[in-house]
């Protein structure tokens, strides 16, 4: 079988969560949907976990991951592939950017922005609200001193990033073909001041490393994908191809969520359910009561 021009053995698909709390059913929906994805066309599917977040990912989380993945019935190709074992390679990507004068610190901590919001109304993002840019034409002399002194992430300047990669699309297999709109999520944090790299270079980074030749993931990561468009042609990776499905929501219409305590795998696990039959419940979007899933 062939996927626009991929012969079925060089497909590669990942799934990638983060060990920051136990995982729901949303995540076992995406995965079965990378996993079938793959194994539909005799292509890999590979693990990564995606521990950046050193003070938020735990090894009990982890442990649970792997147990759930077997639960479901959805084997994976290879070693599993920890973020956190790759950390000097995203500084060096974060090197190169800031080299090519693309970074800027930022100074302003969450309350900051919070009053500039206040003052200067709200941008909407497809994320939540834009970062004003308060800091991106700071004095060079303030920056050099206030950066040996002050806590600070350091953001994309996404407009003179823009400026130097000109128009850029990307493809979605659900979606159809995608102009890239990076300036629609604003000067995103690369380097957070309390973690060495943000989700958006780790797994930009990552998928193309892994040789990842689509991208299946939920939706809701769709605007991302600009971001991500973004940093592949500013650090001349190859472009994937994406496939965003649909996402599971709960009884109010929420994406069901690990901090909302949306029910856990590790508890129908420990109950007992049988994980092949859910995984396949899941695939013919039989779901439990009050759970809904979006439209791609
Ligand atoms: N690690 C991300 C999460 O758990 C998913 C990343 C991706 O699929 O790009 O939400």
Redo the contacts with the bound molecule.
């Keep these: 079988m062939t996927s626009r021009g991929y012969l079925g053995q060089d497909i590669v698909v990942r799934f990638?969560?983060?060990p920051n709390g136990l995982l729901h059913l949303g995540h076992a929906y995406a995965a079965c949907v990378a996993y079938d994805y793959a194994r539909e066309r005799g292509g890999k599917l590979l693990l990564r976990i995606?521990d950046i977040d050193a003070g938020r990912s735990k090894a009990e989380f982890v442990d649970s991951i792997l147990a759930d993945m077997r639960w479901l019935g959805l084997d994976w190709d290879g070693d599993v592939i920890f973020q956190s074992e790759r950390l000097a390679k995203y500084a060096e990507a974060a090197e190169n950017l800031k080299q090519k004068g693309l970074l800027y610190p930022c100074f302003c901590s969450r309350s900051d922005i919070r009053s500039v919001q206040k003052k200067e109304g709200l941008i909407k993002g497809p994320d939540g609200p834009i970062y004003s840019g308060t800091c991106r034409n700071l004095g060079s002399d303030e920056v050099a001193t206030r950066v040996k002194t002050e806590p600070h992430n350091w953001r994309l300047d996404v407009g003179k990033a823009v400026r130097l990669t000109g128009d850029l699309s990307w493809h979605d297999e659900r979606h159809g073909d995608q102009q890239a709109d990076p300036a629609a999520l604003g000067d995103v944090v690369l380097i957070p001041k309390d973690t060495s790299v943000s989700?958006h270079l780790a797994?930009t980074l990552d998928d193309a490393r892994d040789g990842i030749t689509h991208?299946v993931?939920g939706a809701d990561?769709f605007a991302s994908t600009h971001i991500h468009r973004l940093l592949q042609a500013l650090l001349d990776l190859p472009v994937p191809r994406y496939v965003h499905h649909g996402i599971l929501l709960d009884e109010i219409g929420l994406k069901l969520s690990k901090s909302r305590d949306s029910a856990s795998l590790a508890v129908l696990r420990e109950e007992g359910v049988d994980g092949h039959i859910l995984a396949n419940e899941l695939r013919k979007n039989i779901f439990p009561v009050g759970i809904t899933l979006t439209k791609d």
């Design positions: 990638a969560p983060s995606e989700y797994v991208v993931r990561l």
